[in-house]
């Protein structure tokens, strides 16, 4: 039973082989027009061979519209030579066929044993042959939908059968056996032949869909590769193939488009403070708000980091807003479970084609324009100009005179007297850097110190300065504190600190009258890396100072944290001292360093009006123009052995930090 039903889902084609219908019908499109030809050419000359012998009405009245029918399905199968059908329509057409078919076969069959009762023994051999070669032909025709050739056999071979054998004529009983035997084992084989195409079939199916599948594979991998696995934004990769494939795509048209960098502030303290998962919890949240800010021809990536790209097709103006809307997104706060939290976000942007035509030289340059940003106005966009590029030759410059600068020559350090208020007495000096350059003549230190600290030359620059600042101090008389400034590059290297310690030790100076300065920002932004080296110059006896305090992050944790020993106000505090903020700001910086026992050093008093502000507020330490400005060392070094002061003030005969005593243990 169970054989008997696969049977007749076989022959009524299994829908579960949509693919086998197909490709049969793909096969059938070039065979049956062969088998309608065969069937008309045979038919045609069976009719002629009797065309006297029966009458008229059966070689042509009945052929004719035989061959009329036969004509159209020619004609039908021919023109569909170039249809693929669906699935769908490929088991429909099947089935048609397989009806369609045997309907034929019942037509023809009945037309020619019709025919065999008229003529003699060759028309009637004719007939016999005309059926036996054209079932075989037409078998051979329908291999590939065997349902069809099995269906056509049994309904030509059978009647054949019985219309010879009943006439009880050897011969044709003998031919009819014979011709049914072949057909038998010419099925056998066709069947045989059909079962490796199917299996043929299948196999290329599955190949195909393995194919798919291994294509889908590799889109969803190559998406993987392209995206941030922490915000689920694009990545670095994505952003550059982004930018050279939209890069190509303007390159013939007049198409602007824009480049952003954006890099969060503060975002390091937070990580430092808080923990990294606190940090990837934060840049994940971040990542969110990019995404849902839905800004139209915009890509925004992760770049790595804390920082963003993204890729803005259109100008300057938009370019710019973008840039905004998303420091304002950024900058917006987070609770992050109990916590509070709030980062900025400044930006830069380039612009194709002014800014550069290259995926490297536009990076660069939004870059440049975001440390820009960075230095002069946190939380804004800078787009890259004429002006940004000015300053990036004379960058240049500056770095090929820096390359091959004789620093022994052309460096020197000038001293600012550190004043006691209290009795007006130069407690030390502040070494600041100043180059005389024969090429480019008088260089200010905030243009060359980037440069050096860029290009690698900073380490050779601090610890020949270094030298130079403490054999000269050591001339001066009395015991005179040094300040001396370091950059991120020298509080992140062993070697440097090693050095300077070991000057310390060659030149024979009291460790305690020496103070190193360094800025919050260049501690903060390395701070794993500078707490070793801090450490080091601590447990030699030298001081630290926070310079620049209040201009960078000011946070307490890192105040406690930090091995130092005094404060610099930054100037900036001073300059506004009749700003009630300010001078709050300052107020509240000098009793904190009270409370922590560290000194604290205002810088950039120029007046005595600024002056007299800050001594109400009980402050003691104190820099600026009002005093002196940075002066060279034979100046120095005269005056005071002359008349024992500089600039009309004092030196003091004790160093300071004895006398405050405020030094933290
Ligand atoms: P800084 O350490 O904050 O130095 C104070 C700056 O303010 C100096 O500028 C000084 O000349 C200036 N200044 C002093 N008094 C006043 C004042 O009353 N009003 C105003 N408006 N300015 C005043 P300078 O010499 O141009 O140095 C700039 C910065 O370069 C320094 O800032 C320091 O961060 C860095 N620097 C200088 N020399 C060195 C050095 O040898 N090594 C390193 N790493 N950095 C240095
Ligand atoms: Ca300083
Ligand atoms: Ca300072």
């Not at 503060?266 to 995404?291: A, C, M, S, W």
């Not at 209040?550 to 900036?572: A, E, F, M, N, W």
Request: aromatic share 8%; with cysteine; net charge negative.
């Amino acid at each position: 039973m169970e054989k008997v039903r696969a049977f007749i889902t076989w022959m009524m084609i299994d829908p579960r082989h949509p693919e086998i219908a197909q490709a049969q019908y793909n096969e059938l499109k070039t065979q049956i027009p062969l088998l309608y030809a065969l069937l008309m050419v045979n038919a045609i000359a069976v009719s002629y061979t009797h065309y006297d012998a029966a009458p008229f009405y059966m070689t042509v009245g009945i052929l004719a519209p035989m061959l009329v029918f036969t004509t159209i399905r020619f004609a039908v199968w021919v023109n569909s030579r170039n249809k693929v059908l669906g699935p769908e329509e490929a088991i429909k057409k099947m089935r048609q066929t397989v009806v369609l078919g045997s309907l034929v076969a019942v037509v023809y069959i009945a037309w020619s044993l019709s025919l065999d009762a008229y003529g003699g023994p060759s028309e009637r051999g004719h007939v016999a042959l005309f059926i036996a070669i054209t079932v075989i032909g037409c078998i051979f025709c329908l291999m590939h939908l065997p349902q069809a050739a099995l269906m056509v056999m049994f309904i030509v071979t059978i009647p054949y059968l019985y219309h010879y054998l009943r006439q009880d004529q050897d011969v044709y009983v003998a031919m009819a056996m014979n011709i049914f035997l072949v057909c038998l084992v010419v099925l056998q084989v066709l069947l045989n032949s059909y079962r490796g195409f199917c299996k043929l079939i299948q196999s290329q199916s599955a190949l195909a869909a393995k194919q798919k599948e291994t294509e889908r594979l590799n889109a969803e991998n190559e998406r993987l590769a392209q995206t941030d696995a922490l915000t689920d934004l694009p990545n670095r990769r994505y952003f550059f193939n982004q930018l050279d494939a939209l890069i190509n795509k303007v390159e013939k048209t007049d198409d602007v488009f824009a480049v952003g960098v954006v890099d969060l502030d503060r975002f390091k303290p937070i990580n430092d403070t808080y923990g990294h998962q606190l940090g990837d919890q934060l840049l994940t949240e971040v990542g969110n708000r990019l995404k849902t800010l839905n800004l139209p021809n915009v890509d925004i990536c992760r770049l790595g980091g804390d920082e963003f790209g993204f890729l803005l097709r259109g100008g300057s103006n938009d370019a710019e807003q973008t840039g905004q809307k998303i420091c304002e997104r950024i900058s917006e706060p987070y609770k992050i479970g109990d916590l509070q939290l709030s980062v900025g976000a400044s930006c830069g942007i380039a612009l194709y084609p002014e800014a550069g035509k290259t995926a490297h030289v536009l990076f660069d340059r939004s870059d440049y324009a975001l440390y820009n940003s960075k230095t002069t106005s946190r939380g804004s966009t800078t787009v890259y100009s004429a002006d940004h590029e000015a300053r990036i030759r004379s960058d240049r410059a500056i770095e090929v005179a820096l390359q091959s600068a004789d620093i022994g020559k052309e460096f020197q350090a000038h001293f600012q007297p550190v004043v006691s208020l209290p009795d007006r007495a130069i407690v030390g000096f502040e070494a600041l850097a100043r180059w005389q350059s024969p090429v480019l003549g008088n260089v200010a230190p905030n243009q060359f110190l980037p440069i050096a600290e860029r290009t690698g030359l900073m380490h050779r620059l601090t610890v020949q300065l270094f030298d130079k600042a403490v054999a000269q101090i050591k001339m001066l008389p009395g015991n005179l504190c040094l300040s001396f400034n370091l950059s991120a590059n020298d509080i992140t290297s062993a070697t440097t600190v090693e050095a300077l310690l070991e000057i310390v030790r060659q030149r024979d100076i009291n460790p305690s009258l020496i103070t190193f300065e360094m800025t919050e920002t260049s501690v903060i932004a390395s701070y794993d890396a500078a707490e070793g080296c801090l450490q080091t110059l601590r447990a030699a006896g030298v001081k630290l100072a926070l310079d620049d305090f209040g201009t960078g992050y000011s946070s307490l944790g890192y105040l406690h944290r930090l091995p130092i020993d005094s404060v610099k106000v930054d100037q900036s505090f001073v300059a506004d001292i009749n700003d009630i903020v300010a001078r709050g700001v300052i107020t509240s910086i000098v009793n904190l360093c009270r409370s922590m026992q560290i000194q604290c050093v205002i810088e950039g008093v120029e007046d005595i009006d600024q002056l007299n502000t800050l001594e109400a507020l009980e402050c003691h330490l104190a820099q600026g123009y009002h005093f002196a400005p940075a002066l060279g060392f034979d100046e120095v070094n005269d005056s005071a052995h002359a008349s024992g002061t500089v600039a009309g003030l004092p030196l003091a005969s004790s160093p300071a930090t004895d006398d405050l005593k405020t030094s933290r243990a």
